[in-house]
């Protein structure tokens, strides 16, 4: 069965060489100096079909010798050496079938070189644009082709990366929610079935973020909530929550589990060394044309400014992944006893 292409590429030669034949039996009839005979008419239909034939051939010797796929500079003295074959070609087969019907050109009665010459010439004229046409076409067509795979590729390691991300994120925070569950079964056995509801929450919201590569801002935020809440269970008064939230902000995507990555962080490295405890306060605001997510704890850095540790350096690698190089995550050591985590999320001024 024949190809798709192939049937196209039939089309377009049959009716290129077709209204090559109308214009030249045109520009016969309105010339004052020849008349439309059926020596005229042959002999441009021997035209025709010999260009049809030597352009093929042309075309088979790219195709098979791969012409196209090549760089210009290298494709090009190819490209030239092929036309003036085709046209030595074409020529060639315009003679022999002329001879063969008995219909010549004008130049019947000169020598092979004279009769050839001027043959290779006038094909010179049909051959050139049509390699240029072919060419160019397929040319854009191998450049569609390209882009479409890296970015098909682009797509498929941005999503491996996503999916190894969070495959490493979510026990993290299970583990950590499991404790804090533990420590209340014996306690306080009411406080436990509500933590349990509270981490089915955590859990029904991570395996949904597994198909998803961002989340609104305010399911994000409720899953921290509920972290939170199991936390408090364990730091009781030695954890202090404030939320400072603009509620036009909430429906803004940010990576999933990005917010309660750097939540926990806040309280592993800095509440839980504490004595005392501290705050964990998150921000949410526009700034310009950012989300800007805030993360505040009481605590030090204790050197740690290079953000490692696979948490903090999934948050950049996540956010570089899906916004690009705008996005960006800082994090530092403000008023001597509080660790700032912020994060800048460019944003599209179109769905505001």
Same mark, same amino acid.
């Given at each position: 069965?024949?190809?798709?292409?192939?049937?196209?590429?039939?089309?377009?030669?049959?009716?290129?060489?077709?209204?090559?034949?109308?214009?030249?039996?045109?520009?016969?009839?309105?010339?004052?100096?020849?008349?439309?005979?059926?020596?005229?008419?042959?002999?441009?239909?021997?035209?025709?079909?010999?260009?049809?034939?030597?352009?093929?051939?042309?075309?088979?010797?790219?195709?098979?010798?791969?012409?196209?796929?090549?760089?210009?500079?290298?494709?090009?003295?190819?490209?030239?050496?092929?036309?003036?074959?085709?046209?030595?070609?074409?020529?060639?087969?315009?003679?022999?079938?002329?001879?063969?019907?008995?219909?010549?050109?004008?130049?019947?009665?000169?020598?092979?070189?004279?009769?050839?010459?001027?043959?290779?010439?006038?094909?010179?004229?049909?051959?050139?644009?049509?390699?240029?046409?072919?060419?160019?076409?397929?040319?854009?067509?191998?450049?569609?082709?390209?882009?479409?795979?890296?970015?098909?590729?682009?797509?498929?390691?941005?999503? $491996? *990366?996503?999916? /190894?991300?969070?495959?490493?994120? %979510?026990?993290?925070?299970?583990?950590? =929610? &499991?404790?804090? @569950? +533990?420590?209340?079964?014996?306690?306080?056995?009411?406080?436990?079935?509500?933590?349990?509801?509270?981490?089915?929450?955590?859990?029904?919201?991570?395996?949904?973020?597994?198909? $998803? *590569?961002?989340? /609104?801002?305010?399911?994000?935020? %409720?899953?921290?909530?509920?972290?939170? =809440? &199991?936390?408090? @269970? +364990?730091?009781?008064?030695?954890?202090?929550?404030?939320?400072?939230?603009?509620?036009?902000?909430?429906?803004?995507?940010?990576?999933?589990?990005?917010?309660?990555?750097?939540?926990?962080?806040?309280?592993?490295?800095?509440?839980?060394?504490?004595?005392?405890?501290?705050?964990?306060?998150?921000?949410?605001?526009?700034?310009?044309?950012?989300?800007?997510?805030?993360?505040?704890?009481?605590?030090?850095?204790?050197?740690?400014?290079?953000?490692?540790?696979?948490?903090?350096?999934?948050?950049?690698?996540?956010?570089?992944?899906?916004?690009?190089?705008?996005?960006?995550?800082?994090?530092?050591?403000?008023?001597?006893?509080?660790?700032?985590?912020?994060?800048?999320?460019?944003?599209?001024?179109?769905?505001?």
């Amino acid at each position: 069965m024949p190809k798709k292409g192939s049937k196209y590429y039939w089309w377009c030669q049959i009716g290129g060489w077709s209204f090559l034949v109308l214009v030249l039996v045109l520009a016969a009839f309105t010339s004052f100096e020849q008349r439309i005979t059926k020596e005229l008419i042959y002999n441009t239909l021997i035209v025709a079909a010999s260009g049809l034939i030597a352009t093929h051939v042309f075309r088979e010797v790219i195709r098979n010798r791969g012409w196209i796929q090549l760089p210009v500079e290298k494709a090009l003295p190819k490209f030239l050496l092929g036309i003036l074959l085709t046209c030595i070609g074409g020529s060639l087969v315009r003679m022999l079938l002329g001879d063969a019907l008995g219909i010549g050109s004008t130049l019947k009665n000169s020598s092979f070189t004279g009769r050839m010459v001027p043959m290779m010439a006038e094909y010179g004229l049909m051959v050139i644009p049509w390699t240029l046409i072919y060419y160019v076409y397929h040319y854009i067509d191998k450049y569609s082709k390209q882009q479409l795979d890296t970015l098909k590729l682009e797509a498929l390691v941005k999503e $491996l *990366e996503l999916k /190894t991300i969070k495959a490493h994120i %979510n026990p993290h925070f299970i583990f950590n =929610a &499991l404790n804090s @569950i +533990r420590a209340l079964i014996d306690e306080n056995p009411v406080r436990a079935r509500t933590a349990v509801t509270e981490l089915s929450n955590i859990l029904r919201s991570s395996m949904q973020a597994e198909k $998803l *590569e961002t989340v /609104t801002f305010e399911k994000e935020l %409720n899953i921290v909530k509920d972290y939170l =809440a &199991l936390e408090h @269970i +364990r730091f009781e008064d030695r954890l202090q929550v404030e939320y400072e939230i603009d509620e036009d902000t909430l429906d803004q995507p940010i990576p999933p589990m990005m917010l309660q990555t750097l939540v926990e962080n806040a309280i592993k490295h800095g509440i839980s060394r504490q004595v005392d405890g501290g705050k964990v306060k998150i921000i949410s605001d526009f700034k310009d044309n950012y989300h800007e997510l805030v993360i505040l704890n009481t605590g030090r850095l204790n050197g740690n400014r290079n953000k490692d540790g696979f948490g903090l350096a999934s948050t950049q690698n996540r956010l570089q992944i899906l916004f690009g190089q705008k996005a960006n995550f800082d994090i530092r050591e403000v008023n001597g006893n509080t660790v700032e985590a912020r994060v800048m999320i460019p944003v599209d001024l179109t769905k505001l």
